[in-house]
């Protein structure tokens, strides 16, 4: 896992070398959001599933040169309340301007992306903590509305049918069959200066786990839902 997420931030910092040289269709913009949301488990290894409140940070880019969009973005959770569960995010994508329709723009592209959760041990019956972590390729729709000069909206939807998964605990590794994972993003955003905007949203997502076999026994499904509100600061270079 964490060799994907270093791919991922190999991938964002090469999107800012490639802009350093400026051209007149090129741009490239970078933010920091923060959020505060909740994640909701109804099943964790089949057993009884948990709720818990989260603070979660995003760093994102995406450079657009001409029709094309090449996006990157991280997001890492930690949970409040005593419940301790972890969530990570990463992916990045490449996508193609297939809509310019007055102030509605419409991309669509394909893209990579992994994706983590840890629970705290006796979580799911286990002895120990553990983690799911996922990766495969993904389909993303970007859609960007422009309300006035000043004022936008931007929409990230992806989602992979075939998102491969594993178990780990105590050192031990166990491959799961390939299932769903969704996520969206939704911004307001507000030019403050020809650098510098800010921005409101929602951001949420969901996923599921199939069941396995582990130490001789069968391990139940686990489906999670993650929805939270965020602020944050963007930089346009």
């Given amino acids: 896992m964490r060799r994907g997420f270093s791919l991922i ?22 933010g920091v959001q923060l959020s505060y949301g909740r994640a909701n488990f109804e099943e964790v290894l089949g057993e009884e599933g948990a709720k818990t409140s989260q603070l ?10 001409e029709d094309l969009r090449f996006t990157g973005i991280y997001q890492g959770s930690l949970g409040l309340g005593g419940t301790s569960i972890g969530r990570h995010l990463g992916q990045v994508a490449a996508n193609y301007r297939v809509l310019e329709e007055g ?17 705290a041990k006796e979580m799911g019956g286990q002895e120990n903590p553990f983690t799911l972590t996922g990766h495969g390729f993904a389909g993303q729709v ?29 050192g031990t590794t166990r491959s799961i069959d390939a299932s769903g994972s969704f996520n969206a993003k939704l911004d307001l955003v507000y030019d403050y ?18 069941r396995f076999t582990h130490n001789g026994g069968t391990l139940g499904e686990t489906r999670g839902v993650f929805a939270g ?9």
């Avoid at 102030?103 to 629970?119: D, E, K, N, V």
């Avoid at 970007?142 to 780990?168: G, H, K, Q, Y």
């Avoid at 200066?193 to 199939?210: A, E, F, H, P, R």
């Fill in 9 to 30: 931030s190999l991938a964002i910092v090469l999107i800012c070398l490639v802009s350093a040289t400026p051209t007149a269709s090129a741009q490239l913009l970078a």
């Fill in 56 to 65: 979660l940070n995003t760093v994102w880019a995406h450079y657009d040169y």
């Fill in 229 to 237: 509100f965020s602020a944050g600061i963007t930089q346009r270079f």
């Fill in 142 to 170: 970007v859609i960007d509305i422009e309300i006035t000069e000043e004022l936008r909206t931007s929409t990230t939807l992806t989602a992979s049918p075939w998102v491969n998964w594993s178990f780990s605990s105590a």
């Fill in 193 to 210: 200066s020809d650098q510098l905007s800010v921005q409101i949203g929602l951001l949420g997502g969901s996923y599921k786990v199939l």
């Fill in 103 to 119: 102030p509605m723009q419409i991309y669509a592209g394909l893209g990579y992306h992994f994706t983590s959760t840890r629970f």
